[in-house]
């Protein structure tokens, strides 16, 4: 009786063993084509809406819509190298310009780098938005229900081994082929629940590892938005200390072109003299300076102040180029 209940208890396992094979297998992991799909069409959305290229990119969000998605590969994901190039060239090739920067190239760096920056902000919103952590949940979910499946039929298995633990096998004497038999199936039996307690372990292993693998995922994420947000403040600084640097030299220019219109007027001689005495003294319409010289004098002044005015509206406006200057 008791070699026909190991016998039956060995029948059972290679059950319990196929169907943790089974629990391993299902779920909602392994699906890496869907998966990437979905996180494709996810980043292809954001870099597309309109609303986040106006927001952005204005007045170039058609250019910057039409650049991601000619360097866009069969993947349907933007190239990081070859979109920003195509962008800064267009810039350079058409001169364009805004209100900060009236220097294509400068211009089309700038823009260039803001593209990176997009993409990467779009990367992090399609791995951390809505939709992708209904994505995260799902596996983790589905990884949980693996590992308490698992679970289940390693402690189903390791109870009907208990059982057959319970009954007494005789012992029988000599080398008779029925305690040889008994012993195999024990043998057996133990290898069988030994080989579903390794794969009940290794699926939690693999669930530790993928959740380390989600985590360090995510913290990549947030590395890369904090060294985006870093290159943006650098580039308003940097546009900021060059709109100061040109501000500083026109005002510079300014109070010198005065100081010398200054130092012209104090410097001209007095046209009125006292004479020496009545003898030599010349008559009235003498001493008296010309008329046309007097309105001539005052014509340079005003000619001086205004070109010194006009160099520094001047200068202003070419405020963004005073790198190129230094």
């Known amino acids: 009786m008791t070699s026909l209940f190991a016998v039956a208890f ?20 392994g699906q890496i084509k869907n998966d990437f799909d979905s996180y494709a069409a996810n980043l292809r959305d954001y ?22 998605t000619d360097s866009s590969g069969s993947l349907d994901l933007p190239n990081p190298v070859s979109a920003p190039e195509s962008i800064r060239n267009q810039i350079f090739q058409y001169s364009i310009s805004d209100k900060f920067e009236t220097n294509p190239a400068i211009y089309g760096s700038i823009v260039s780098n803001e593209v990176n920056r997009y993409i990467i902000r779009g990367s992090a919103d399609t791995l951390l938005g809505a939709d992708g952590q209904v994505r995260l949940k799902n596996k983790l979910e589905a990884t949980q229900n693996i590992v308490r499946n698992a679970e289940k039929s390693y402690q189903e298995a390791q109870r009907k081994n208990v059982e057959i633990q319970r009954f007494n096998i005789p012992t029988f004497q000599g080398n008779d082929p029925m305690n040889s038999q008994v012993r195999a199936i024990q043998g057996l039996a133990e290898l069988q629940l030994q080989s579903i307690e390794i794969q009940k372990d290794q699926s939690k292993i693999m669930a530790e590892m993928l959740g380390r693998s989600i985590q360090s995922q995510n913290d990549l994420q947030y590395t890369n938005l904090n060294l985006a947000n ?10 900021a200390r060059r709109v100061e640097a040109a501000a500083e030299v026109a005002r510079l220019l300014r109070v010198t072109s005065q100081t010398d219109l200054f130092r012209k007027g104090s410097a001209a001689p007095s046209l009125e003299s006292t004479p020496p005495d009545s003898e ?24 001086v102040e205004k070109c010194g005015f006009l160099v520094s509206i001047f200068l202003l406006k070419l405020a963004p180029m005073a790198p190129m200057m230094f």
Request: charged letters at 15%.
């Open 10 to 29: 060995l029948g059972t396992l290679p059950a319990i063993a196929q169907q943790l094979e089974e629990v391993l297998g299902t779920g909602d992991l």
């Open 47 to 68: 870099l597309t809406n309109y609303n986040n290229s106006v927001k952005t990119f204005q007045p170039l969000e058609v250019q910057i819509q039409l650049g991601i």
């Open 230 to 239: 870093i290159s943006q403040q650098n580039e308003d600084s940097n546009r």
């Open 280 to 303: 030599n003294n010349p008559p009235d319409s003498e001493n008296s300076p010309p008329p046309v010289l007097s309105q001539k004098s005052n014509q340079d002044k005003l000619m």
